[in-house]
Structure formats: C-alpha cells, structure tokens
C-alpha cells in the first residue's frame, strides 16, 4: 500500500500466507471461495528473518492439526520469501542454491551432470544441528558450510524443503533481465549503475566483516540475543528464521508500472550475529555492465518493434508491451507484458531484423530461439519428460551463446536456478499452473481495499473484506446453476 507519494516508495507492508487446493479442477483453483487465506502478518513492516518465526510457528501448529498421509506442501512465492521459510541462504550465502551444493565462485559451472545435488534427509539433519547450536559462532560456522538454517517448517514430518520448493515461473523466467541488460531497452543509465556497483563493493566490504544485515534486523537480533542471555533456553532465538511462504503486498508494487530507488541511510552495526546479509526484495540486482560497450537496438530496429505492437492483432484478454517500448514514460513492464512481448511480438520481428545480418546478428536470433523455446515450454500447460530434456538443452545452449555475446556479463542466481526447471517439470509437471501470478493477483485485489488510513487494523479489515468477497462469489454462483437449472425443467 503506497503512502502519500508513490515516488518517494513509503509503504505499509504486511504478508499474507495462502492456501490453495491443488485437488480442484485448475480453472476453479484459485477462485475467492477456494483460497484459504490462512493469515496476515502485521504492518506496518513486512517480517524480518527475526520476527517471522512467531508467524511461521503459529502455521506449522495449524498445518499438523490437518495431518493427512499423502499431503504434499508445496511453496509457491517469489525467490526471497521461498528462501525464508525454508531456512536456505540467500542470493548472497556461499551455498545460494535451494537444490544443489554449488558454490557462488562456481556460479558459471553450466555441467548440469557434475553439480551434487541436496537430498531432504541430509537438509533437515544440517537444520537441526543449525537448531541445536548454543552460540552465534556455532550456528554462523554451520551456515556458511552448509547454507540451510532452521525454521519451524521442519516439524513437520512430511514436507521436503527440497522437492516441494516451486521454482516461480514468473520471477525466474519472466523478471526481464535480457531486455534490460542484454539489449539495453530499459537499461538504466551509466549514472545509475555507477551507483549499484558502489553499494555493491560496500555490501561486499560489510558481507567480508560479517555486518551486512539492516538496521531492523540488527536492532531486532540484538534484542532477541539479550533476552536469550537472561534465559535458560533459547527457544525464540533458535527458531530464527526467514520469511516463508507469504506473498507480501510490497511484491505487488514492485509488479506496478512503478519503478523507484531504495535511499536506505548509512546504518552502524550494532553487536549481532554475524550471519551473512539478506537480499533486499524486488528484482535481481547483479553488477552493472558497462554501458558504453554494450548492445543496444538502432533506432530503426526499435521502430519496427514498435510498429508491431501496435500492429499485431493479439485476443482482447491479451494485454501488449506499450507501443513507446524502451522510453522511461511508460515505466516497468509487468511479468505478462514481457511474456507477450517474447513469445509473441519478437518472434515476429527479429528473424526479419537479424536473419541476413552479420555474423554477430545471426548469433543473437540464434540465442533468441533458444530463450525462446525454453521460455514456451515454461509456459505451456503440458509437459512430459522429453519436453523437460528439450528445455535444458536449450537453456544451456542461451547460456553459452550469452558467455559468447556478451563476455562481461556474469551470470546471476536466476540464471543458476533455472536450470533446475527441468528436474522441476518432471516432478511437477506444467510449471504454469503453479505459478505466482494468482498471489499477484490477490495481492493487488487486498492491496486495493479501502482501509480509510486505519493501519493499526489493515490486517483485519482485509480478512474481512476477502471474506465476505468469497462468500458473494459463492452466493453468485448458486445463484447462476439455480438459474440454469430452473431453464432445463422449464424447457
């Protein structure tokens, strides 16, 4: 929820965990009088690693008094709320990645078959030993070995923190990074990246000293140790843990047209743990490429993209990229937006643009297809286990022909990640359907209910409210087989 003004990026922020039927039939799963809206977490800040175990403990006690065989928890969100609860490290911990042991200096390794996989039993036996561990430097040590934390998810028996972790479609696939950054249409400007690139070398110097958590959190984990001092046991500091499985009403925002800086202020440690910083949410921010040296579309080739959007005749339920692509008016595209414009506006117009061009144009259509064909089998409501093989291989080849294109480019988590979506379609299946495009869309809907300024009672106005939403949906419905069925005896 934006406060005053949207530029100045004040929010109110509170979670939301969600429950949804993967039983149902899937056009009627994520309808308002399916959603189980489990809970809210309480403004006026979204919950921080410290905080969110009280949140978390409370879920686990409501999830085991439905403890069924056969339940499958599968956590649906976007990359830092997934890394949360589940205890795993973030985009910056030596072991980043939620299904494999491959190290940060390793990122670039793309031998899918030498990479040494996590097994359940051994991540739940590493989070109990995080747990048991009396003191900070115990618990820091086993962290940066092991890369897991402990949460309370780990109580219950059946959840695996591997296999049940939905890589998000929209997030992992859909975040833009290759329009922006590859091909310079929304590239932010050299002075801008100068800019991330110093905050980044200062992250770097405070990660190396161990002080790179905010301020909040310090303060926060500063409290928690002292009470934990004066006690016996030091249960609440023990459950510490990131958020889970919530889809915060800030990821909404940064869904909108919206595109602002976060100015933190210079922030001085205080004597906390020294665990490894967190990412801030919102998009992937690696290091800047060097403007001056990179790709960037002619002016004709932009005109013609241009020219197509408004052109393309696509269904009305479709929403199109802006027809003023690349200029900073029309803001931060949304997930669909991108989606659309490369599955359906570029294939249209490059293979015209590149196709008789130079040698280094021909390699770009190249990469183009591959991101293609591996984004479409993202996206497509069938799979099999030979579609998942087809999705490596071009996934792997646009990861070559990146190191190729564009030499100074890193690689970045993201691009790691993805290539476990294979593994993830031959257990899950159609990846699309487990998206996080639902949670957006509730966001947006509890985001938009009037609260009249009243934030001591956000949280309980928008239960209510969602409430009595399903129960119209509900009564609407009713009310529509009544009426058919009423037509059929009359006839």
């Given amino acids: 929820m934006l406060l005053l003004n949207k530029y100045v990026g004040k929010v109110v922020s509170c979670g939301a965990l969600v429950l949804y039927c993967l039983n149902l039939p899937l056009e009627i799963h994520f309808l308002p009088e399916n959603v189980f809206l489990l809970?809210?977490?309480?403004?006026?800040?979204?919950?921080?690693?410290?905080?969110?175990?009280?949140?978390?403990?409370?879920?686990?006690?409501?999830i085991m008094e439905f403890n069924l065989p056969g339940q499958i928890l599968a956590l649906i969100a976007d990359l830092q709320a997934s890394k949360k609860i589940s205890g795993f490290g973030s985009i910056t911990a030596n072991y980043f990645c939620t299904y494999c042991l491959c190290h940060k200096k390793n990122i670039e390794d793309l031998n899918y078959t030498s990479w040494v996989h996590r097994v359940a039993a051994t991540v739940r036996e590493q989070a109990q030993r995080w747990h048991d561990a009396i003191t900070i430097t115990e618990k820091n040590g086993l962290f940066l070995t092991t890369g897991v934390r402990w949460t309370p998810m780990y109580d219950i028996p059946y959840w695996n923190p591997v296999q049940y972790?939905?890589?998000?479609?929209?997030?992992?696939?859909?975040?833009?990074?290759?329009?922006?950054?590859?091909?310079?249409?929304?590239?932010?400007?050299?002075?801008?990246?100068?800019?991330?690139?110093?905050?980044?070398?200062?992250?770097?110097?405070?990660e190396e000293s161990g002080q790179g958590e905010s301020k909040q959190e310090q303060e926060e984990g500063s409290s928690e140790l002292t009470d934990a001092s004066t006690e016996e046991e030091t249960s609440d500091f023990e459950k510490f843990s990131e958020q889970g499985s919530t889809s915060s009403i800030r990821d909404q925002i940064s869904d909108m047209d919206i595109e602002s800086e976060?100015?933190?202020?210079?922030?001085?440690?205080?004597?906390?743990?020294?665990?490894?910083?967190?990412?801030?949410?919102?998009?992937?921010?690696?290091?800047?490429?060097?403007?001056?040296?990179?790709?960037?579309?002619?002016?004709?080739?932009?005109t013609a993209i241009r020219l197509c959007i408004s052109k393309v005749m696509l269904p009305t339920?479709?929403?199109?990229?802006?027809?003023?692509?690349?200029?900073?008016?029309?803001?931060?595209?949304?997930?669909?937006?991108?989606?659309?414009?490369?599955?359906?506006?570029?294939?249209?117009?490059?293979?015209?643009?590149?196709?008789?061009?130079?040698?280094?144009?021909?390699?770009?259509?190249?990469?183009?297809?591959?991101l293609l064909a591996s984004t479409?089998?993202?996206?497509?409501?069938?799979?099999?286990?030979?579609?998942?093989?087809?999705?490596?291989?071009?996934?792997?080849?646009?990861?070559?022909?990146?190191?190729?294109?564009?030499?100074?480019?890193?690689?970045?988590?993201?691009?790691?990640y993805a290539m476990h979506n294979s593994d993830q379609l031959k257990f899950w299946g159609p990846l699309s359907t487990l998206s996080e495009f639902p949670g957006e869309r509730l966001n947006g809907e509890l985001g938009d209910i009037?609260?009249?300024?009243?934030?001591?009672?956000?949280?309980?106005?928008?239960?209510?409210?969602?409430?009595?939403?399903?129960?119209?949906?509900?009564?609407?419905?009713?009310?529509?087989?009544?009426?058919?069925?009423?037509?059929?005896l009359n006839k």
Wanted: proline share 7%.
């Fill in 450 to 488: 009037p609260t009249n300024n009243h934030f001591s009672d956000m949280e309980l106005t928008m239960l209510r409210q969602y409430g009595r939403k399903a129960k119209l949906s509900i009564f609407s419905t009713v009310t529509t087989q009544t009426e058919k069925i009423s037509c059929k």
């Fill in 39 to 62: 809970g809210m977490m309480p403004s006026p800040e979204e919950a921080t690693v410290w905080t969110i175990v009280h949140f978390l403990d409370t879920v686990r006690k409501i």
């Fill in 262 to 302: 976060d100015e933190d202020e210079e922030l001085t440690p205080k004597a906390v743990p020294e665990f490894e910083p967190e990412e801030n949410e919102g998009e992937e921010e690696g290091p800047p490429i060097n403007v001056k040296n990179a790709f960037k579309f002619k002016d004709e080739q932009l």
């Fill in 376 to 416: 479409n089998i993202m996206a497509a409501y069938s799979t099999s286990n030979a579609e998942a093989d087809k999705y490596m291989f071009h996934f792997v080849k646009y990861q070559k022909a990146i190191k190729e294109l564009h030499p100074g480019h890193p690689s970045r988590p993201n691009h790691h």
């Fill in 165 to 206: 972790m939905i890589l998000g479609f929209m997030h992992n696939i859909l975040e833009g990074h290759h329009l922006r950054e590859l091909w310079g249409i929304g590239r932010k400007k050299e002075q801008k990246n100068k800019k991330v690139l110093k905050s980044k070398a200062e992250e770097s110097e405070q």
């Fill in 317 to 370: 339920w479709v929403e199109k990229p802006p027809r003023n692509l690349g200029e900073p008016k029309h803001g931060k595209l949304k997930a669909h937006q991108y989606l659309v414009l490369f599955t359906v506006i570029l294939p249209l117009v490059l293979p015209e643009l590149w196709h008789n061009g130079d040698a280094n144009e021909k390699k770009m259509l190249e990469c183009f297809c591959d």
